[in-house]
Structure formats: structure tokens, C-alpha cells
């Protein structure tokens, strides 16, 4: 029901203009950029006989083709007749960019609720209205106006569209990649549950994430999200936990908040992971992204940096995760790569001067130990003894290929700027970097909540 | 007395040397890199003459000036003997980098103590030993191997060189600038309390900041503490607060870690600011650095993004704020700049096609509006309608400075890399940009908290 609005043949975009102050300007540019989509585009728009070098159509009812999906980016008014013309042509999947509706008004809903009712007898189904699009990163489909993110198996879908282009933006800058993205609006057809429902049997989805606001039916919802959070990782962040946030949630969607602590429980029992705040959320999104999960809870810490393994420590301790203790075997392995300063004490503080070679060799030792089940190297940038900015980093993900990455790392890696060129690199390899003590903690941690979760 | 090492006329690099594969060029290098400083330099080695492209001395007892500081910088079993010739040549301040000391054992303890004894007999100070060094970045001296940041109103002082210098990097990353950096190693004679009476007195030091692991002398560090935090803004970040974190600090700075519960009690009764995490510690350092304190605690909101601003009122419930109500005067006011579709409530939600002209209106309106004490406009950068990347943040500081830069400000601005623009621009303002809800609600938060110390 939900996979043919991501696979379709031939796309129309309704409102498409070579203007590019309109919005319709900017979906139908996210649909010609890709030149890996296969789909044939059809721009609509009485006032033109072509846009952005493809020939236009004063309406859809002119399209020679059958049209699998049509994008609504007309005014709120003009709505109604369109999707009208869409029933009439049978364009079985209809996204409704415009805004305009439900989120406004009692009557906004009303109509609304009418077009969805009309094009559910033709088994029509409507995504939206006021909504950002839909993507398919597989194919090359940015149904969307905003930016398109990388390939990779994190699948989104989001309440609040332009706060969902944030969240996109933010974890494609952490290297994350995405395999499908969904911003329902008003879900005046489409909602949540159906999805979900489709991400659960999407095998690129491997990762599901939700920015989520309210739940309209929670039994429903509670029974997809069980079986999602059952098969995949699956992230949520909740908005709208207090008062204030709930009367903003309702203000912009239009939509009555749902009672955070009930929500919250039949979140914790469905076996997803719960989310307060941004950080946590693209953290634990990283975790699931890149890493496997830990056979145990035990951490192993290295650091160039006293206080970094300090604060992770203390974050440790307040997510009830467990100090692997070193035996000596271990001690006997690292002696030779580290200077006779370091106590060989978890965490193993290789002070400043410790370079990339060292990382690589104790990492890999960790890696190696039995009695260590995740690893963490923190690191601060060093600018002296000829050290290169990215042998810290490049020395840790060294020492994971060569342990066939069956061990997760978190890497926990400081310094503004500095930092660049490690963000790079750890794109490049599909890797994680976690640029605070806590989000590193709170990455170990969701990860052993599901290892346990699963062990079930 | 403790001016003294951050206004040195003559300074000695003992240890100093052209290999870049020691920290002794690293030290060389940061003071001669600045050509603002204006301070002698000697490098002193038995093993040159010359020392990039300075006359270099056997001993500093060959110096013929007076020296008025010292950096050592030798391996740590000739650290004493060094010590003992800047005691013979009267050199009043001593900072030893070296490490090897009381953090290894006993004996290294000792050995400390022992220098430190003799030194002050003769009323010669000692910094460290086993720390990074020391920055007067209004003069230009970097007498320490990291790097210098820009200049501003902010000194810090760390427990952990490395993490400290982390800590300057990303501040450096988010804009702000600095007056005095010190990390004080393991304190053998110069602490922190020592520290923060001259940080109490030094007028560029406009906000301080503190990386805490332990106190020696807690009745000292409370009234020193008091009485900074009474002048000026004063941020601390507490590692240890575990006995994961308690245990790993000990570990490398070789002290016995301080009772977290009642040391939070002191620093909250002193009126510093305490906070648990880099995040927090960041932005209220940011919040300090850049913005007055408001008048009262009623925020007022603009989003061009629902989720954003539901996000925000959320924390902003848990931090105990109070969302302004809007007058039908200040409605009046913004109704011919925002489109027909913005409900007036708030959080104001411009919906994602508002561009900058919108921000500055409604943003100088909530500046104007006695009904308001704290403005956030929060913004995901769009990449749609003809908008540039930095209008919105553009437009802010433009309503910001035409109104004095009275009230606060907490522009909340989130999308990745797309945010590199606006952090150019707020570096060159000298004004704040906060990267995600909880951090921005975090600095109203202590805005307000110290508003009403202040008030007391």
C-alpha cells in the first residue's frame, strides 16, 4: 500500500514551475537533479508548455501515460480540483505538498477529510497535505523540497517535515546514510502505523528512526512498532513530552497530544528505543547505523585525554554500564606499545603524546580480549610531535577492519574543527564518530539494551 | 601572584629544541609564533646555539637578563636539577610541563613536594608539574603545546590539560573567544583557587570557566568561588561526579576525588553555574560570553520549523521558563510580515517558507514587546525559494543590533553542515548560535538563574 508511493514509474508534479521562488520549483528541480532515477516526470501547469526542459501539461487529464504517483504543490484552494482531476486520471498515489488544511481550522480538516474519502473509494491513497515529500535514496527519488542525503540503510520518518530536514542534515554531517525518507503532514490518509508497516518489510530500511509527536491510534501504533523494534532497530524522539511542547505539537499540526507517560511505557515495552533530546537521538541512530551489537556489557576505555575519560566514565556509571577489567594477558600485550608512564588501569590513559601506531595496537588488543565486549577510544586532536590530524582515528578503524569489525567501537573524538578531517574519514569507511562523552554513553547503552532485548 | 606567570618580560624555554618531534618545540614554536608578543625569549639547551632562529643557551644561568618566567620542559629525572639553576638564578615563576611526578607514585610525589619546598622558600612560584601550560591570549603568549584560540572575554582554567584544550577547540568551533587559559597539572603549589583569585581580579577575564575533577581545599575553593561567581559569571563542569568517573580521575591526576553530592551543594550556594556535560557547559559559557542578562524570564519564540520549537518547549518546561503571552498589540505589529496561515501563538511558527525579511521583522518586534524578556528564533536552513543560507541568522542580528542588543537572544539554528554559514557570521558579530534545543534551553535557563542571584 505504502511501497508504491516509493516505487513509481511515472511521477507528476502538479504546481511545477521553472520559478524558483515556488516551492513547486524546488520538488520538481529534487526530481530532474538525480540522473539515476528511472521514473518519467510529468510537470502540470496550465501556464506553461515546458519547464526545466521537459514538456509541461496544462493538467494532469492531458498526460498520455498512466501517472503511478502525482505531487500536489498547488494553492490550498486549487486542491480540491486537482486531486479531483488525479481521481479522474486514476493516479492511485497522491502526495499534497500544500499546506492549508487541518493544521488550520475546523474547516481545513472538513475538506481535507472529503478529498481523502473520494479518493479511498477509488482506493486512492494520499499522502499529506502539508507535508515536505517523500525520498527513496535507493532509486534516486527526492519527492521532496528539501536536499536529498546519501545512501545508507537509516530509514526515516518524521511529524514535523522541516524539523526532519534538520534531523537529515545533522546525521548526514555525522556520515549517516539513508535508504528511504517520509514526512506525512496532516496524515489525512496515510499515517504513522502504514509507514511503519512498510519499513518493516523494507529490506534497506535496516534502521528505522521516528520523529514523533503524537499517535493518533496507539493501540495500532503499539502493535507496528513491536513488530518493527522486534526485526530492526528502531529509533524514536519524542516532541511535545510537557505541557508547552504539546501546545506547540497541536499548534502546528493541528493534531491533540498524546499522554507522554502511557506513551512512554508502551514504548519501552514495544522494544524501541526512546529518545529525549536531538543529540541522543542521531547517537543512537549512529550506533545502529554502523555497528554491531556487543556479545556482553564490559567497556574497555584508551584515551590521550584524562578528563574525556573521566566524563565518559561518569556517563558509564549513570547508564549502568559495566568496567571490563584488564587481565594481565592484556597488560602483557599493550606493555611493549605504550610509555612507561601509563598505569595500565581501565580507563587506559596513554597520555598526550601517544600517536596513531599506539592507538592502532591497543585498540586492537582491546579488540581482541575476551573479556572486553566494547571499545572505546576517546581522543583529543594533538597538534605536536609531527602527529597527523587523523592517524588517532585512522589507527582505531585499522585495528576494527582487521578484527572484521565484530566487536563495536565508539569512538569519542574532541576538538572543534580539528575534528574534520576524522569526520571524513569515518564517512568514508562507514564508520561512527562521537563528538561528546555522553552521546558515546549513551550509544554503548541503547546498544547493550538491545543485545539484551533480543537475547529475550 | 599569580599575574606574574601571564605577564612575564622575559620568558625561558628550558628544553626547547628544533626537533618537532618533542613537546619543547611545540612550546617554542606557539611563543614564537605570535608576533604580537612582546616578551623576550631564550631558549635554553645544552645541545645548541641557535634554536629556530633564536641564540639558545647550555643553562639558564648563562642568560644574562633577568627571567621572569620559566617553562620546563626536560624529562622528568632532570626536571630537579633545572628546577635548582632557575632557583639560583632567581627566576620567580617556574611552569614544568614534564610530567612523571605525583600523578606515577609516591616517589614522584615526593620528589614534587620537594621542589616545590625549595622554590618557595625563596618566594619562587611553581605551575604544574604534568600539564599542558598556560595562555594570555590578550598579550599573545602561548606558553603551553596546544593552540592559541581568538581573542574574547573568557579565561579558563582545567584539571585536564588535554580535555582542556578540547574544551578550547570546540569554543573556539562555536565562536567565542578567549582572554587566559591555564591548566595547573598537578598543582604542587599554584591551585586553583589560586587561580580563580586572579582570574577574580583580571578585568579581560569578563566570564570564567572551570574544568573541575577534585578540591583540595574546599573551604578555600568555596570562598574564592563566591566571591568570583559574585563578580562575574562562573561556569564549571564537573568530572568525577561517579565512582567510575571518581576512579578514573584519580587515576590520572593522582588525587582522591571529592564527595560529588556535597560539593554540587557548595558550588550551587557560591552562585556559579554547574553543569554535567560539554554541551551544557558550552552553551552556557556561550550564553555568558555573548549576551546580557534578561529582565525577567518570558520567552518568546519564531520557528520557521514546528518540530524545532516543540523540541525547545519542551526543555524549556523542564528548566522551569515561562512562554510569553502575545498582546493583540504585538500581533498588530507582526501580522503584515508573516503569510495568513500563521496562527499568533506562541511558539510563532512562520512555517518553512519565512525568509530573513520575516525573521528581522518579527524578531525586532519581540525585541520591542515589553511583554517579552528573551528571544528565540530557532531555524532550519532551507535550500528552497530563492533563500540564501545565512538571511534568517542575518536577519536576527540585524532586529538584535538595532535594538541595542538589549534583551537576549538564543537563535537556535540546526542542518548540519548548512549551518557553517551562520557560524561565520556570528563569529564576525561576536554572537552566539546554539546547534539544538536542549543547549539553547539550557543557556535561557541560566540567564535567568543568574538574573535572579544577581537581583538577590
Redesign the interface.
Known amino acids: 500500500m505504502v511501497k508504491e508511493f516509493f516505487y513509481p514509474k511515472t511521477i507528476a508534479v502538479i504546481g511545477a514551475t521553472a520559478d524558483?521562488?515556488?516551492?513547486g520549483?524546488?520538488v520538481t528541480v529534487n526530481l530532474l537533479e538525480n540522473e539515476q532515477l528511472e521514473s518519467e516526470l510529468f510537470p502540470i501547469n496550465p501556464k506553461s508548455t515546458e519547464i526545466l526542459g521537459l514538456k509541461s501539461y496544462a493538467s494532469i487529464l492531458e498526460v498520455e501515460k498512466e501517472v503511478d504517483l502525482a505531487i500536489v504543490l498547488v494553492p490550498s484552494k486549487a486542491v480540491p480540483i486537482v486531486v479531483d482531476q488525479c481521481i479522474e486520471k486514476n493516479v492511485k498515489r497522491i502526495i499534497i505538498v500544500s499546506?492549508?488544511f487541518g493544521e488550520?481550522n475546523e474547516e481545513g480538516k472538513k475538506l481535507e477529510q472529503a478529498m481523502t474519502s473520494k479518493a479511498l473509494k477509488k482506493d486512492i491513497r494520499i499522502i499529506g497535505p502539508n507535508c515536505?515529500g517523500i525520498m527513496n535514496v535507493d532509486t534516486g527519488m527526492n519527492a521532496s523540497?528539501?536536499?536529498s542525503p546519501p545512501k545508507g540503510n537509516v530509514s526515516m520518518v518524521?511529524?514535523?517535515?522541516?524539523?526532519?530536514?534538520?534531523c537529515l542534515?545533522?546525521?548526514?554531517?555525522?556520515g549517516l546514510g539513508f535508504s528511504k525518507f517520509a514526512n506525512l503532514g496532516n496524515m489525512s490518509d496515510i499515517n504513522l502505523t502504514d509507514l511503519l508497516g512498510f519499513y518493516l518489510e523494507d529490506a534497506n530500511s535496516e534502521v528505522v528512526c521516528i520523529?514523533l509527536?503524537n499517535v493518533i491510534d496507539g493501540r495500532k501504533f503499539y502493535e507496528i512498532l513491536k513488530k518493527v523494534a522486534n526485526k530492526k532497530p528502531t529509533i524514536i524522539?519524542k516532541?511535545?513530552?510537557?505541557?508547552?511542547?504539546a501546545?506547540?505539537?497541536a499548534?502546528?499540526?493541528g493534531s491533540i497530544a498524546t499522554d507522554y507517560s502511557s506513551l512512554k511505557a508502551a514504548i519501552k515495552q514495544s522494544g524501541a528505543t526512546l529518545c529525549?533530546?536531538?543529540?541522543d537521538y542521531v547517537a543512537a541512530i549512529k550506533a545502529f547505523s554502523f555497528l554491531p551489537l556487543p556479545a556482553g556489557n564490559r567497556v574497555g576505555i584508551l584515551t590521550?585525554?584524562?578528563?574525556?575519560?573521566?566524563?565518559f566514565?561518569?556517563?558509564?556509571?549513570?547508564f549502568g554500564l559495566k568496567?571490563a577489567e584488564f587481565s594481565t594477558d592484556f597488560i602483557d600485550k599493550i606493555t611493549p606499545h605504550v610509555i612507561p608512564?601509563v598505569?595500565k588501569?581501565n580507563?587506559l590513559?596513554l597520555?598526550?603524546?601517544a600517536n596513531g601506531e599506539s592507538y592502532y595496537q591497543v585498540t586492537k588488543a582491546m579488540l581482541d580480549d575476551p573479556n572486553i565486549d566494547i571499545v572505546v577510544p576517546c581522543a583529543?586532536?594533538p597538534?605536536?610531535?609531527?602527529m597527523t590530524l587523523d592517524e588517532h582515528y585512522l589507527g582505531v578503524i585499522k585495528a576494527w577492519n582487521e578484527t572484521g569489525r565484530k566487536k563495536p567501537i565508539i569512538p569519542i573524538f574532541?576538538?572543534?574543527?580539528?575534528v574534520d578531517k576524522t569526520k571524513e574519514i569515518a564517512e568514508k569507511e562507514l564508520a561512527p564518530v562521537f563528538l561528546?562523552?555522553?552521546e558515546a554513553a549513551f550509544a554503548v547503552k541503547v546498544l547493550i539494551e538491545r543485545k539484551k532485548k533480543i537475547q529475550k
Open positions: 524558483s521562488k515556488k516551492f520549483n524546488a499546506a492549508g488550520i515536505v523540497f528539501i536536499l518524521t511529524q514535523s517535515g522541516s524539523f526532519g530536514a534538520a542534515y545533522e546525521m548526514q554531517d555525522q520523529y509527536e524522539l516532541g511535545g513530552r510537557t505541557a508547552y511542547g501546545s506547540a505539537a499548534s502546528h499540526t529525549e533530546n536531538l543529540n590521550n585525554s584524562g578528563g574525556s575519560a573521566v566524563l566514565s561518569d556517563n558509564a556509571e549513570e568496567m608512564l598505569k588501569v580507563p590513559d597520555i598526550a603524546g583529543v586532536i597538534t605536536f610531535l609531527e574532541m576538538s572543534g574543527e580539528l561528546s562523552p555522553r
